[in-house]
């Protein structure tokens, strides 16, 4: 919005011109989110509080959460609240990066949102069922795919995405194939982060690593100068998805604030959802599907953990009449957690992880 009314007065004094640059307004964006996240908070809490959803604890969990349970949960609401206000104070917003980004933050929010209203306020233990959560995951990504291919805003091909490593070399995915591997990244990166988020402040804190990485990417990705240097793709306008991408780093920030041990809110699906299918769209729209398994790499390792897991005790219980299990619990948080370790020490080890992604990440960009 500051960016459509403000460059206009450039010509009563030259400090209304930064309003067009796309750093000023990133570094904008994250203050507000976060100080945003901060000032409601409090009151977001105590409106949770008020309306008694309490977080519901699982029983074979460790014993360690069992004094969880009650605590005010879905307050991703303020995690969405705090970064679409943001963004939409200090982005370009007839942007489609813009438009797309927030559409999708909004839409996993709602998903995520019924199924934790089932799960608490309707007392539906099972919340929205599995398979009606990845319909309605899975429907919006196909959604996306097929507009991504009729209405490409990008100067290549849609079904061109970057190689990390390589800056010669890029795939060219077959039209059909690409729509459903846009849906996959939307849903299996929201479903990643939502399995991420199971210890004070992990998903929050994992979640603003990953989108700041993004928001570099997006930086250097909207710059015909960077873009060229560094081998990467040029998207014009894509310079936008920085602003977007700090500002939910600075909302997940402004959460943890309230979210570290001992958590005073939770997050819940409403969030975890919906930061995971932010972070997903970004990395679509950058052509940086396969980076996201990079600077994701603990939301990544996550799943894997619950799909081994299951796979094998499923495999097990077939063959041998009784299921087997590879770890001690999943997701791979829980299984540390059942070793002897603390939380805290879970979550802070698991950040320094998820850092040595995001570096890992970064590392590609002169590694090509």
């Known amino acids: 919005m500051l960016y459509h009314l403000l460059p206009q007065f450039s010509d009563v004094h030259i400090v209304f011109n930064l ?5 000023f307004r990133a570094a904008g964006a994250v203050v507000t989110s976060l100080l945003l ?30 004094g969880k349970e009650g605590t005010p949960t879905m ?45 608490i306020v309707r007392r539906r233990p099972e919340g929205l069922v599995a398979r009606y959560k990845l319909i309605g995951q899975g429907i919006f990504g196909l959604a996306l795919g097929i507009f991504l291919v009729l209405r490409p805003f990008w100067p290549i091909p849609p079904n061109w995405t970057m190689v ?14 690409y729509v459903l591997f846009v849906a996959v990244v939307v849903t299996g990166c929201s479903n990643a982060v939502n399995l991420s988020d199971g210890l004070d402040g992990l998903a929050a804190g994992l979640t603003a690593i990953a989108a700041s990485t993004f928001g570099v990417f997006a930086y250097l990705i909207g710059r015909v100068d ?21 500002a939910l780093a600075g909302a ?25 299918g932010a972070i997903g769209v970004v990395s679509i729209l950058l052509k940086a599907e396969f980076l996201l398994v990079i600077v994701g790499g603990v939301f990544v390792a996550e799943a894997v953990s619950v799909i081994v897991q299951t796979g094998f005790f499923k495999y097990t219980a077939q063959r041998e009449g009784k299921g087997r299990r590879v770890f001690r619990m999943a997701p791979l948080h829980h299984h540390f957690e059942k070793l002897g370790w603390s939380e805290t020490k879970v979550v802070v080890r698991f950040w320094i992880l998820g850092i040595l992604f995001a570096m890992i990440g970064l590392s590609t960009l002169k590694i090509r």
């Open 226 to 246: 960077a873009s060229r240097y560094l081998g990467l793709f040029y998207l014009p306008g894509s310079g936008e998805l920085a602003v977007f991408a700090v």
């Open 252 to 276: 997940a920030l402004g959460f943890l604030w309230f979210n570290a041990h001992p958590a005073e809110v939770f997050m819940g699906d409403t969030g975890a959802l919906a930061l995971g």
């Open 75 to 119: 307050g991703g609401v303020l995690i969405i609240l705090a970064a679409a206000t943001s963004t939409l104070l200090w982005a370009e917003l007839t942007n489609w990066y813009t438009v797309i980004a927030l559409l999708v933050l909004v839409w996993m929010g709602a998903v995520g949102f019924l199924d934790d209203y089932l799960k």
């Open 37 to 66: 996240a901060f000032l409601l908070g409090p009151p977001t809490i105590r409106w949770l509080r008020r309306l008694r959803v309490g977080q519901v604890v699982r029983a074979e969990g460790p014993e360690a959460h069992l």
């Open 19 to 23: 309003f067009r640059y796309i750093t």
């Open 164 to 177: 990390p490593f390589f800056a010669d070399w890029y795939a060219n995915l077959w039209l059909p194939a």
